[in-house]
């Protein structure tokens, strides 16, 4: 373990994330702590998977690579480098803790009811494909891609910063006391005295140019290697809203590439418009079911008859039950209208045209197909019209303007 100085907290998730300075390296780091004595220990898969994926690769290799597989290749740099492992001992028992080049937001929280000029959008979702990209290159599925895992690299500048500059920027660390509910005393002393607030160190969406386009696919915890390690739907973890159907109708199959693809459909869509495809509020499994049925068409037969609970928002033919009313999902061309292109216009950040719009739409029907096995692959998803016509050039211009 290198010596490192605590500067402020980043977050607020189970996990722990810190921001600190390593004294070694003379760099800024995130320090991610993990719950302690945890018993299934997704950190420690997180730095299995992360070292696996950034393992030297063979430079002779890289030569031989087609245009698609070394675009896949450049999303390494959107990956998170493992800096120091350690085990940190506390009142509760031991944290596992590593320590990766900090970042400044996710783009779930920059993005809240806000929108990303669209060339921005377009290098946001290029460069997400990328990551995953390189992540499927090298063996390894992600698990759990959404906006919330894809976070927003600092500008290098930071680097040059003191601690006492870096509080003048952002602000010291502000803490609050931790109190009872019921206003007693604690009396348990691996309860802290006092927490943390964490600090925001990003900007917001409108605010966002090419330079600031650079991400880091995050939170690896979930991720594993198909040829070493099979992992079930039934011990899927992503978010309702992100998660492939086969996770409800085949929980015994065992997961793969395809389910990435799905979720990074989700994620393109929140990045190009102002509501995420289908709903993170308050949403049951069988209520997003019927939500990718209103928007994508019907099931395959076998799914349809195996879902029990179909009766409570469709007829036998496939209809929608009267009185479901606004919770009638639209078909995904009216999905896209309602929920990406109205929003652009209203806000002027830039609207699709015909032809880019039937590209978009063309992708997002191929890689939401219902049968896993229908998806494109992430190379093919590269090689779309849409990425290879407008994404990528966006990707390029955001790479200039660093």
């Not at 998730?13 to 921001?19: V, Y």
């Not at 944290?95 to 970042?103: E, I, Q, S, V």
Request: glycine share 6%.
């Amino acid at each position: 373990m290198r010596d490192i100085a605590l500067s402020t907290s980043l977050d607020t998730a189970d996990i722990r994330l810190w921001l600190a300075r390593d004294t070694h390296l003379d760099q800024y780091v995130a320090v991610k702590v993990d719950i302690a004595d945890r018993s299934f220990d997704s950190l420690q898969q997180e730095i299995k998977s992360l070292r696996g994926l950034c393992a030297p690769l063979m430079l002779s290799h890289l030569s031989t690579c087609t245009f698609a597989q070394q675009q896949q290749q450049r999303g390494g740099n959107s990956t998170p480098l493992v800096l120091d492992e350690f085990n940190l001992q506390g009142p509760n028992g031991a944290h596992l803790c590593y320590t990766t080049a900090p970042a400044q937001c996710n783009l779930k929280e920059v993005s809240y009811s806000r929108l990303f000029p669209l060339d921005v959008a377009r290098a946001l979702s290029g460069n997400l494909a990328l990551a995953l990209a390189f992540s499927h290159s090298r063996g390894y599925v992600h698990g759990d891609v959404h906006l919330r895992n894809v976070l927003v690299k600092l500008p290098s500048s930071i680097a040059q910063l003191s601690v006492e500059q870096l509080y003048e920027k952002y602000g010291r660390p502000e803490t609050i006391t931790i109190t009872r509910h019921d206003g007693n005393p604690l009396l348990l002393n691996n309860v802290p005295p006092e927490a943390v607030l964490p600090v925001y160190l990003g900007k917001y969406a409108e605010e966002f140019t090419l330079s600031d386009t650079q991400i880091l696919l995050s939170d690896f915890g979930e991720s594993f290697s198909p040829a070493s390690d099979v992992r079930r739907w039934e011990d899927c973890h992503t978010p309702l809203a992100f998660r492939a159907p086969e996770a409800q109708f085949e929980p015994y199959t065992p997961l793969s590439y395809p389910s990435d693809i799905w979720s990074l459909a989700t994620a393109i869509w929140e990045i190009i418009g102002m509501k995420a495809i289908f709903s993170t509020e308050y949403a049951d499994i069988n209520r997003v079911l019927s939500q990718h049925v209103d928007l994508l068409g019907p099931l395959p037969s076998s799914w349809w008859e195996h879902w029990e609970q179909r009766g409570q928002f469709f007829i036998e033919n496939g209809q929608p039950k009267g009185g479901r009313g606004q919770y009638v999902w639209p078909p995904i061309d009216q999905a896209f209208e309602d929920g990406v292109q109205k929003y652009r216009r209203m806000d002027g950040m830039g609207e699709f045209d015909e032809e880019e719009t039937a590209a978009v739409l063309d992708l997002m029907r191929r890689m939401l197909a219902f049968r896993p096995e229908e998806r494109p692959t992430i190379e093919e998803v590269l090689q779309s019209e849409w990425m290879a016509q407008w994404v990528l050039p966006d990707v390029e211009g955001s790479l200039q303007a660093q």
